[in-house]
């Protein structure tokens, strides 16, 4: 019998009662007979292994919708193939599916192992089975979790995904919206043979103190067993060898060592140099090399002062756009090739940062981002919750469980410079309030070495400014209103001034308006894609002339597709958002020279 551990990287498997008694799977697999897989392969832009053996689960995988609700596994065919990362909408039989899924994929043992599946994303809710039993339950698109099976006898074994991507209580955060929440494996998943003990993941934060870099280095020992054992932890950076500490490894479960360390020679992660470290952490167990773990690491620091942001001291000034993570062709499951086009166009309208709007980003993007020096934004997963759908009883611990896998999963990535929470959700309420004050209070104390925010569109009707580090606005004038976009800003600089955001930064975090892409007329009437172009026109002439302003990010980077709905999202025309500087295929409009015009010419003024 296998020894199974559910370890959920939240550890919030309790939570997801609602969800499992509606205890729709019930049944047990048949054994895996096929074969099965891949070899080994990188799973993010750089090699995060060399003594664990890590394979890509990435390919074909076996998949059946599950139409009725009685369905056990057991009694589960799965006639069609689907790849994984991938959205089942990319089917031509699944284009509009929402509901339930089995995925099945069949691994070969060499040798009696312990297991490691990790799972990138998978939308929105998981339950995954190894050969029939229950191992790991996850609810959210776009955070990672991991489960880990003891013991695993050499031969052939079945992983079975339940993913269900419907709508209704149990799911506080994917609710119908003005974005696409797609079904599917849609990131990577893959299978790590670890050992008894191994290093679960590594916290790096830059510490600038006296004219030299330091760093705070966390790690956390995973142990399967209640042996005894000695170990010791080390690592290297930049070719220099540490010791992070060494001891008796005595019960099972988690241990986590920290040290200050100094890097007098290392340069500091910057947009115009981003370089970057391999932070290599090595487990010794009783005098052998029992697990190793590279992260990837830049050194710099964030700070907020005299109403601005500062990278390493230097006052910055966000040139950014927002992103969905969408296309016709793929769903949400972009590929890298997509992500690295998406973070060249950027580039080339001359953009220093994106925000990743309303959710956590597929981590191979902040890899490019990590590497290209794109300063990001990251944000929590909500968009447009009314306090009503605050309430839902599961709200609170999904965004719990949301902020804590985005901070602990993203933490080492210098690019990331803000995390933020809410998008436009009740935060002009006391009850939301409570919400968002418990929520800044939870990201701050996992990571104090970034600014927070939120963007508001609440206008001063807004009750939370004091409550973050960086006040941001999303006012759409000359879209949604016909208001200018200079008056406006200088009325939200003193709306955030009376209501707790005196002396904050400043960002307008959304501003544009819909061009249909091809729709060209001389009129210029709303929809075209010279209105558009004349409305960020407008905006960021005001906002590049206004020195109080810390950033903009246009809505939107691409077009996206949306819930289709018969309330207000009918007015969305083609079922999609369509403020896109360029369209879901990544086709500039006529803004994209716009942007490049003012987001270029403002690099000369700041040099
Ligand atoms: C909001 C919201 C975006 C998008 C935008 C729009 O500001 O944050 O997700 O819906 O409005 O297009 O109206």
Sequence with gaps: MLDVILNLLGKDSKRLEAWRDRNIFNGI??????????????????????????????????????????????????????????????????????????????????????????????????????????IAEHYNAYTAFHAIVN???????????????????????????????????????????????????????????????????????????????????????????????????????????????????????????PKLYELRMKLIVEGKEADDLIERVGFRVVTTANGKIQLNGKDIVFKGVNRHEDHPMVGSAIPLQLMALDADLMTDMGCNAVRTSHYPSDERFLDLCDERGILVWEENHARGLSLEQMSNPNFRWQCEQVNREMVEQHHNHPSIVIWAILNECASNTAKGREMYKEQLEQIRALDASRPLTFASHHRESELCFDLADIVSFNLYPGWYGDEDPGELCDLARGWADAKGGL???????????????????????????????????????????????????????????????????????????????????????????????????????FK
């Design 29 to 134: 697999p048949k054994k895996a007979k096929q074969k099965q897989i891949g070899g080994e392969r990188m799973t993010r832009l750089f090699q995060t292994n060399e003594l664990r053996k890590v394979f890509s689960l990435d390919g074909s995988w076996d998949f059946t919708a599950i139409k009725d609700d009685g369905d056990s596994l057991e009694s589960i065919s799965y006639p069609y193939k689907l790849t994984v990362p991938g959205c089942w909408e990319m089917h031509p039989e699944f284009l509009t599916y929402r509901g339930r899924g089995a995925y099945r994929k069949r691994v070969t043992i060499r040798e009696k192992t312990a297991l490691r599946f990790v799972f990138k994303g998978v939308s929105h809710t998981a339950r995954v089975y190894f050969d029939g039993v229950l």
């Design 151 to 273: 013991e695993v006898e050499q031969g052939e074994h079945e992983l079975v995904v339940l993913v269900d991507n419907s709508f209704g209580e149990f799911s506080a955060l994917h609710v119908p919206n003005d974005y696409y929440t797609y079904g599917g494996i849609n990131r990577p998943v893959a299978m790590e043979e670890i050992k008894d003990q191994y290093v679960e993941r590594i916290a790096f934060t830059p510490i600038w103190e006296n004219g030299a870099w330091k760093a705070s280095v966390q790690a956390y020992i995973h142990k399967l067993n209640n042996l005894e054992l000695s170990y010791r932890l080390s690592f290297q950076l930049n070719g220099k060898p540490y010791e992070l500490g060494e001891g008796k490894l005595q019960s099972d479960g988690e241990t986590m060592l920290s040290g200050i360390f100094d890097f007098p020679e290392v340069d500091a992660w910057s947009p115009e140099s």
């Design 503 to 605: 002396g904050k930064p400043m960002i307008m975090s959304e501003f544009g308006g819909d061009g249909y892409y091809g729709h060209r007329d001389a009129s210029r009437v709303r929809g075209t894609e010279e209105r558009q172009a004349d409305i960020i026109e407008a905006n960021l002439s005001a906002y590049t002339s206004r020195s109080f302003i810390s950033g903009m990010f246009i809505w939107q980077y691409c077009d996206c597709r949306v819930t289709e709905g018969t309330d207000w999202l009918i007015t969305r025309a083609g079922t999609q958002n369509s403020k896109g500087i360029v369209d879901r295929y990544r086709r500039p409009k006529l803004a994209y020279a716009t942007v490049q015009r003012y987001f270029k010419k403002l690099d000369k003024s």
